[in-house]
């Protein structure tokens, strides 16, 4: 049984920065991909970036490209989402995820989420 915890939401203001961290267990997650995904109220849920656990591929949307970064940390089986720059748009509930294989497709597994709320 995969289980995926989120930690590290919470407020700030807009041009600030927060950090999630993603905390896997109950597999060998060598050959997983791991993502980020996002809803915010009223919309669909999106993705946000997903990372190997080699971290040898990562990708991202377009809409946090250049604020959001991605990593994986194998000795922690915790995967992270640095985000800077936040603007009011960030704001969602966000949901950590794995699937087995590669970064693309369904994921399979999912956290609780997190809320992240960004102030203007």
């Known amino acids: 049984q995969v289980q995926l915890v989120e930690s590290g939401g919470g407020l700030v203001q807009a041009g600030g920065s927060l950090r999630l961290s993603c905390a896997a267990a109950?597999?060998?997650?060598?050959?997983?991909?791991m993502g980020w995904f996002r809803q915010a109220p009223g919309k669909e849920r999106e993705f946000v970036a997903a990372?190997?656990?080699?971290?040898?591929?990562?990708t991202y949307a377009d809409s946090v490209k250049g604020r959001f970064t991605i990593a994986s940390d194998n000795a922690k089986s915790t995967v992270y989402l640095q985000m800077n720059s936040l603007k009011p748009e960030d704001t969602a509930i966000y949901y950590c995820?794995?699937?087995?294989?590669?970064?693309?497709?369904?994921?399979?597994?999912w956290g609780q989420g997190t809320q992240v709320t960004v102030s203007s």
């Open positions: 995820a794995a699937r087995r294989g590669k970064i693309s497709g369904q994921y399979e597994y």
């Open positions: 109950g597999r060998t997650f060598s050959t997983y991909a």
């Open positions: 990372v190997t656990w080699s971290a040898r591929s990562t």
